[in-house]
């Protein structure tokens, strides 16, 4: 089922048998269109790509003290929870320079322990990823004030009457952060990552800001075997239909960086094909674009209505949304 917004999804299975209907339970989920990217950059500079996570307890703001906006758990954070922020943008790991870099500023809460896995580390950050969304790995040891000489210092000077810390994070204390994703994953494995500030019931602090996210920069694909693939490249890329909406037709465009297999279909919301604008076969390299008419297979005009396009090629599949209006 193509996903083009995000939103909940419900999902339920009939099937029949000697004209009898059997329904399967319902089961709900969230949904998101996603693009598999090879590198990621964001400053949070720009306000319009504050929907490329998702997540509670975290604002993309210009917080006092920063220089420009950054990622901010509240200030000071609760006690006893999760504050997660997830990249809804899944990366393709390549098999080398496949770093992922970050500054920020902690200031939680301190623990007595060495592991942050032990119950006396208290509040601790992290970072994690995934291969399936369900079961998350951390990326490199959890951390809290004590990881940075800067941030102890500051949570120190600052005590609160509980035990904690009244100390202010800024821009001046933000330190760099270079994880390395092969120690942790293949080279084409698909992940997602995510920030965690794990909080117990005891005391709190000021909090964690992430700034200046760079994910693998060098963007290097993985080539594959025997393909003749070249690393280095972008993935192919799917354009709006223009104009939208459209009477009698529209121009979809799309884009392939390397050789490779294309296919451009046209479905209704019912998963039925409706036109497929590009057979299946190999394009070099560059920008194409290909008008639809509003006609079916058959040469058969279509009713008004949403329709889906959808572009795939031998690793890559998106689709998007069109309305044709009469």
Known sequence: ??????????????????????RSP???????????????????????????????????THYSGFVDRAMHSAHPYPVSSEVIMQLLRPIRVQDSAATLQYSDVVLV?????????????????????????????PLAPGYDSRAN???????????????GSNAIGNGS???????????????????????RLFSDPGVVAWGWAIDDIVIQPTGVGIADEGSGGTPGMILPALGPNVPNPFNPSTEISYSVPTRTRVELVVYDLAGRMVKR??????????????????????????????????LRTDEFERTRKMTLLK
Do not use: C
């Open 173 to 195: 204390m933000l330190i760099p952060h270079t994880i390395d994703l092969l120690d942790t994953f293949d080279p084409g494995d698909t992940i997602f990552i995510r920030f």
């Open 149 to 163: 000489p800067v941030w102890s210092s500051a949570y120190d000077n600052w005590p609160s009457g509980d035990g």
């Open 1 to 22: 089922m193509p996903v083009d917004a995000m939103g909940t999804v419900t999902a339920q299975v009939h099937s029949f048998v000697d004209g009898r209907i059997f």
């Open 109 to 137: 809460e301190k623990g007595t322990a060495a592991s942050w896995t032990d119950p006396n580390f208290w509040d601790y950050v992290i970072v994690e990823g995934t291969l399936d969304g369900a079961n998350w790995v």
């Open 277 to 310: 604008l590009v057979n299946p076969r190999f394009r070099d390299p560059g920008e194409y674009r290909v008008e639809w008419d509003g006609r079916d297979d058959q040469g058969r005009a279509v009713s008004s209505g949403v329709y889906l396009y959808q």
């Open 26 to 60: 319902e089961r709900s989920g969230q949904v998101y269109p996603v693009d598999v990217v090879a590198a990621y950059m964001n400053d949070f500079s720009d306000n319009s790509r504050d929907l490329e996570f998702t997540g509670t307890g975290f604002q993309m």
